[in-house]
């Protein structure tokens, strides 16, 4: 005679967040051993009998971009438990190229706002090349360019993969006067030297004039 057994069941409270930002906005498949449990699942309650389980969140179709599989992680289900599992945001790096015309602009401050938490994410200076690169988690981004001697300028950014991008930063009128500085000087001096010359001309005609009137 075979008597089965039943083993007792227990409740698993499963909490989905997301990093680095804890704003979860996707959905998963709950992998219990490796073996699709449920479908679009966030955070939840599932019931299982006593035993020892791998639990695993995989994101599914568009949410494969913005998220990492979780890692899987061992739960003892003796009792009901609670659990939490952590999914990261997927990285891509984002390269921008600063430039003035075809010349790289240095020192140009970088300043990118994550505008799901209105954060500053990080902040970047521009190297000789004009260049900043760096790796950031999925999201929309504002992105502000600054310099002490260009006008600056502000564009969104939306980082679902690797991405390049030029800008190009207008001179201010300071900046074009220092620039142009040395051909300006050289312009009065030229004009101060023209001027004095035809005043001096002057003077001589009008002495000449003034000895044949004598004679």
């Known amino acids: 005679t075979a008597i089965r057994v039943p083993r007792q069941k227990y409740n698993l409270s499963i909490t989905v967040r997301d990093t680095p930002f804890g704003i979860l906005r996707g959905v998963f498949d709950l992998l219990i051993n490796g073996t699709k449990y449920a479908e679009s699942f966030r955070s939840g309650t599932i019931t299982l009998p006593y035993g020892v389980y ?60 994550n505008l799901e938490t209105g954060t500053v994410s990080t902040m970047l200076i521009s190297g000789d090349n004009g260049i900043i690169s760096t790796k950031l988690p999925f999201a929309s981004y504002e992105v502000s360019i600054t310099h002490p001697n260009y006008y600056g300028t502000s564009l969104v950014y939306n980082i679902d993969s690797d991405k390049t991008d030029i800008v190009y930063l207008n001179p201010t009128v300071t900046t074009m006067i220092w620039r142009f500085s040395p051909l300006i000087i050289t ?20 002495r000449l004039v003034t000895e044949e009137e004598v004679f």
């Open 54 to 113: 791998l639990v695993q969140l995989m994101p599914t179709g568009v949410y494969a971009q913005m998220y990492e599989a979780s890692q899987p992680v061992v739960v003892k289900l003796f009792n009901n438990t609670n659990m939490v599992i952590t999914v990261g945001r997927r990285m891509y790096t984002f390269t921008l190229y600063i430039r003035e015309g075809a010349t790289p602009i240095r020192d140009a401050t970088v300043t990118l706002v």
């Open 187 to 206: 312009l009065v001096v030229i004009g101060i030297a023209i001027y004095a010359g035809l005043k001096i001309r002057a003077i001589i005609a009008k």
